[in-house]
């Protein structure tokens, strides 16, 4: 299930950072450090940062993480496999036609199958923290919501989740509903029962809005707040109340909801936190981003209130900004999906198969040091190294939607580097 990567990767314009570097593909943000974002601190965690400088923060993130359905059919306890779709009755349905393109997949698969190569990758990186878009409920719910898809893992699979030592799911995306309230309160207990935080979903407005905090070595942490935009195809009716659960809804994308936003977070940060704001926004196909994201996360990032923008929604990557120092990763793409041979030939040429983890460094003053990107190809639902034809195709394709952005994402032999212009 494994194949070695390529030589390592390296950015000449910044720090030697070799174990990190050592895996495969590999990209640099090149990023100057940006020392005058910070919102209020207070005291004790001023004092607070400098005892703990010297410390870096890795984090590994990635785009929707959809364990439901067909790839809930292929772990140890899959759940009851009925669908109400239009192009599929049973969830065992998306097993075959991945089955009928690339070949048979063993069931029941072990926790770690799906994640294939990823699993040694983050071994390898050590991340601080891992954070992912859960694109699925968790829930027993015999009862869908009246929409087109419906995702759902059972429960007693959640340590397909553990078994890649995810620390922190996002909830708020347009899947954590798909079976009701019941379904989404189930998905929080689920997740919290063996530890995992969640940001963006929660059991009142209040909930839904906090911040994932996750504590690293040196008493850095990182803080995890989770949006979702109706751009993404979050219903409004999702949205978390006073009173109701729901996810954390952004009102809209305008300038004044983003002040907001960002005022409130940067009102509660402390000096040394790692702040990433994680939105699904945006749509499915296509490499346009727009004007609006754009705008919102330079608004949040002039604040003060973002070290990483962690957006996701689309199928595949978009192109990645360096602004300020800060990483704007506009879209992830999907990470791990049931997509296989489903009837996606309409956007074969944006690669929906290929998948990319962005593993990020932060030094001890919050600058960005390091950004790789690690590919891997989906296939028999299980994720591969990229192969050397398609990191070439993903650097050729990555470059040409950051290049907009003023980042260039340069092969040189089997390296791939990030370089703002
Ligand atoms: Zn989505």
Known sequence: MTQARPPSLRCSAMAEKPDLSRRGFLARGLAAASATMLGGCEESSDKRSAETMGKEVTLFVCGDVMLGRGIDQILPFPSEPTLSEPVASLAVDYVRYAESINGPISRPSPFGYVWGDALADLHAARPNATIVNLETSITKSKNPAPKLWNYKMSPAN??????ANVDCCVLANNHVLDWGVKGLLETLSTLEGKDVAVAGAGANRNEAAAPAIIDTDGDRRVVVYGFAATTSGVPGAWAATNTSPGVNLLPSL?????????????????????VVVSIHWGSNWGYRVDKRHRAFAHT??????????????????????????RPILYGCGDFINDYEGSGMEDYERYRGDLSIGYLVRFGNDRALTELALLPYQMRRFQLHSASEIDIA?????LDRESMRFGTRIILRGSQLNIVPQ
Not at 393 to 397: E, G, V
Request: charged share 25%.
């Open 300 to 325: 949040l990032i002039d604040a003060g209130a973002c070290d990483l923008l962690h957006g996701h929604s689309s199928h595949h990557p978009l192109g990645i900004e360096i602004y300020r120092g």
């Open 254 to 274: 305008s300038r004044g909801t983003a002040v907001k936003v960002a005022r409130r977070i940067a009102a509660s940060r402390r000096r040394d936190d790692i």
């Open 158 to 163: 959640i340590d397909c989740i553990k078994v």
């Open 393 to 397: 195709w993903l650097q050729s394709t």
